[in-house]
């Protein structure tokens, strides 16, 4: 089992449609995550961190995250032909000094 | 000029060379990472540091070397590159988080190295 996982997509959806993107993490104790959306051949952009249990809204962009069932997930609502990217899922697992990514979900939005 | 400056940008060089990716930063953050890209494969720690005399190495050190030159500077070599450490590579920074939670990444443009 990877330690980060995340579903390589590609996820379509339409213009204007809500994206929901997924991310589980095998350890428990984990306290932080983050969702950084990545263009081709370009750095990883932070999108999102969230903490604490719940949802968090910034914009189009809501966070939720519930640790009872290791997951973390992305919501994009109004998605435009401008969200296509990479998003990247990345965990702060216990124990480790760094973050840890999942490997990425595609999402492809069509116009 | 951006916060995190990785040089070169772009690599190609032949099996058995050695190679030395550079990365500096203004930020003023004292925690360093070198991650490794493929494609399908995500993000993978090659090593990091987080301060000038704390060096650590990550998931794929393995044919990887890193210098923290300065608080400002950590650089990673590949003593003999071979066709498998063909990747993009990201230099990253952050600062402590909260209560030793692990904080945001701020990356570099990235280099892309092609070993022939």
């Known amino acids: 089992q990877k330690e980060v996982e995340q579903n390589s997509g590609p996820l379509s959806v339409p213009e204007g449609a809500i994206a929901s993107l997924n991310c589980t993490y095998s350890?428990?104790?984990?306290?932080?995550f983050f969702w950084y959306r990545q263009y081709s051949g370009k750095s990883p952009e932070l999108i999102m961190f969230?903490?604490?249990?719940g949802d968090k809204e910034d914009g189009r962009f809501t966070a939720q995250l519930n640790k009872a069932s290791q997951y973390v997930s992305l919501l994009i609502r109004d998605s435009q032909p401008s969200d296509s990217a990479t998003y990247l899922c990345?965990?702060?697992?216990?124990?480790?000094?760094?973050?840890?990514f999942g490997s990425g979900t595609r999402l492809q939005v069509q116009p | 000029d951006a916060d995190v400056t990785q040089t070169p940008r772009n690599r190609i060089t032949k099996t058995g060379k050695r190679i030395m990716l550079e990365c500096s930063q203004t930020?003023?953050?004292?925690?360093m990472y070198w991650y490794r890209q493929d494609p399908g494969l995500g993000l993978r720690l090659i090593y990091y540091?987080?301060?000038?005399?704390?060096?650590n190495k990550g998931e794929i050190s393995d044919g990887y070397s890193v210098s923290r030159q300065a608080q400002a500077k950590f650089s990673l070599s590949l003593e003999s590159a071979i066709p498998n450490q063909t990747a993009l590579y990201f230099c990253?920074?952050?600062?402590?988080?909260?209560?030793?939670?692990?904080?945001?990444?701020?990356f570099g443009e990235g280099s892309r190295l092609t070993v022939l």
């Open positions: 540091s987080f301060d000038v005399k704390d060096i």
């Open positions: 930020k003023g953050h004292d925690r």
């Open positions: 350890d428990r104790g984990s306290q932080s």
């Open positions: 969230i903490y604490s249990n």
């Open positions: 990345a965990v702060g697992l216990t124990g480790r000094r760094a973050l840890t």
């Open positions: 990253a920074t952050s600062d402590p988080g909260l209560a030793g939670i692990t904080g945001e990444l701020f």
